[in-house]
């Protein structure tokens, strides 16, 4: 039993706010799916509302970390897949349930969140190369995954004003597989992650 708890005696505190990134996360990711069994909107609406309580968990965790001056490896690794969780699968997750269901528009969800993925990878490995003297690293190289938090209140604008399923804004284009214009937005978000120009100060 003390073995199964020596991982656990291992977390520091902001590790448990990354944690708590991925519950949130996660719980949107559930209700989208609970959406698409019932089709009631303040259940969705409840889960486009954890992906804002996820940033906060994730900015939070940060802080944490630097001012107790305790982080690890363990705490690098569980930031980035929390973020994969609240900030790339549960947007995606949630577009899905909001209607963007042709083909098309799971290729492009798809792609998004192999952005997403792709972008916190790189970031991990390049983080040495990109720090300064004082080992804080400057910039980043690409739009950060948790940006994808403006799709999300996008998506939550729609949901409220009842624009869900046939009524999704600026409808459906059949080009062989349906696409949906409004996840375009993905794309875009998607390339700007893993953008080598772009390149934006980190706080």
Request: proline content about 4%; aromatic content about 12%.
């Amino acid at each position: 039993m003390k073995r199964h708890f020596s991982m656990i005696r291992d977390f520091h505190l902001a590790d448990w706010f990354t944690l708590a990134n991925a519950f949130c996360g996660t719980g949107a990711v559930f209700a989208a799916m609970r959406f698409l069994q019932d089709g009631r909107p303040i259940g969705l609406l409840r889960g486009m509302a954890l992906i804002p309580l996820a940033f906060l968990f994730d900015a939070l965790d940060g802080r944490i970390a630097r001012w107790r001056r305790k982080s690890s490896a363990l705490g690098r690794e569980l930031d980035s897949l929390a973020d994969v969780i609240s900030f790339g699968v549960a947007p995606a997750a949630l577009a899905y349930a909001c209607g963007m269901q042709g083909g098309w528009d799971w290729v492009i969800l798809s792609y998004f969140v192999c952005c997403g993925v792709s972008r916190l990878a790189r970031y991990n490995v390049t983080a040495e190369s990109l720090s300064g003297d004082d080992g804080k690293v400057r910039y980043f190289e690409g739009t950060p995954i948790p940006t994808s938090l403006v799709l999300v209140v996008v998506l939550a604008l729609a949901a409220w004003q009842g624009h869900l399923g046939e009524s999704l804004w600026f409808g459906v284009i059949d080009l062989g597989w349906q696409l949906h214009p409004l996840v375009l937005m993905f794309a875009l978000s998607g390339s700007l992650m893993i953008s080598k120009t772009l390149h934006i100060p980190k706080p």
